[in-house]
């Protein structure tokens, strides 16, 4: 357990002093995905420490193209503190990431305990609202590089979110969305929120399964993000990067130095 907690401190620190640090599992061979979770729940404890406060929970590896974009083929979870939050239509300030990337998502706003086995009936008479969200991934590894036991320890590189405007999830069938990321106006990724798993509400239900796998649970109030339906784009500074979902409107960000 001791050692588990040193490398929860290297990951949370490496977070705070935006430098990327190596795979844990280059050390580490046979760390497993069991005590990985052990470091994220001990990496995010210290932020709780320092004063944020927990807001919810992120999915990621949800769809195919983000596993092809980085090699891991299983979904995981991560924790969502209120630092990560970032302003609809502000800044992200790239010096404090390390290599930020923006990925488009559907977010759940949730109204009602949701924890283990759950059905997708269950799961959406669950969601108070629907939103578009971009997530900001910012991997705490060298080149972005990671095995399944060094992202889940990071956080999932869970870094920050954008919100945009909340819909009642029940008046819109959400399952084949199209979703449009723009740089600077031009079309960069497109795809549907169908690739969030066949349905993002599916990765709700993920999310239900694993969280109760680690004794927790999506709490009224919570967000759950869903994960990225198409590859994530790397920030560069002077790019404004927008999402478009259809029928739910879209959120955007400005990348400053
Ligand atoms: C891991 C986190 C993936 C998503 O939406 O699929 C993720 C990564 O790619 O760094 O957040
Ligand atoms: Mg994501």
Same mark, same amino acid.
């Given at each position: !357990?001791? +050692? ?16 990327? *640090?190596?795979? &844990? ?25 320092? #004063?944020?406060?927990? *807001? ?6 949800? @769809? ?8 891991? +083929?299983?979904?995981? %979870?991560?924790?969502?503190?209120? =630092?990560?939050?970032?302003?609809? #239509? ?25 924890? $283990? ?6 799961? &959406?008479?669950?969601?108070?609202? *629907? ?18 036991? +060094? ?11 954008? &919100?945009?405007? %909340?819909?009642?999830? /029940?008046? *819109? ?7 449009? !990321? ?10 549907? @929120?169908?690739?969030?798993? $066949? ?11 694993? /969280?109760?796998? %680690?004794?927790? =649970?999506?709490?009224? #109030? +919570? ?5 990225? =339906?198409?590859?994530?784009?790397? =920030? @560069? ?11 739910? $409107? #879209? ?7």
């Amino acid at each position: !357990m001791e +050692d588990l907690e040193a490398l929860a401190v290297q990951v949370d620190d490496a977070q705070r002093e935006v430098r990327a *640090i190596r795979q &844990l599992t280059k050390n580490r061979p046979g760390l497993t995905t069991s005590e990985a979770y052990a470091i994220q729940a001990m990496s995010v404890a210290r932020r709780l420490a320092r #004063g944020e406060v927990r *807001i919810g929970v992120k999915m990621g590896l949800t @769809s195919r193209a983000k596993m092809v974009q980085v090699g891991v +083929d299983e979904a995981a %979870w991560g924790r969502l503190t209120n =630092a990560m939050l970032l302003e609809e #239509g502000g800044t992200l300030s790239k010096s404090a990431f390390i290599h930020p990337r923006l990925e488009p998502e559907i977010a759940f706003l949730i109204k009602k305990r949701l924890r $283990g086995k759950v059905s997708p009936l269950e799961a &959406l008479s669950a969601v108070e609202a *629907i939103a578009p969200a971009m997530e900001v991934i910012d991997s705490r590894f060298e080149k972005f590089k990671f095995a399944l036991p +060094d992202v889940v320890a990071d956080n999932t590189s869970s870094s920050g979110l954008v &919100l945009g405007a %909340w819909h009642q999830a /029940t008046s *819109i069938d959400f399952s084949n969305l199209g979703m449009v !990321m723009y740089v600077n106006g031009r079309p960069m990724q497109i795809g549907s @929120s169908a690739a969030i798993l $066949g349905h993002p509400l599916r990765s709700l239900v993920a999310a239900a399964r694993l /969280t109760a796998k %680690w004794g927790e =649970a999506l709490e009224p #109030g +919570d967000i759950v993000m869903s994960g990225g =339906a198409t590859a994530a784009h790397p =920030a @560069s500074v002077g790019e404004t990067i927008s999402l478009e979902v259809q029928h739910l $409107g #879209g959120c955007s960000i400005t990348v400053e130095a």
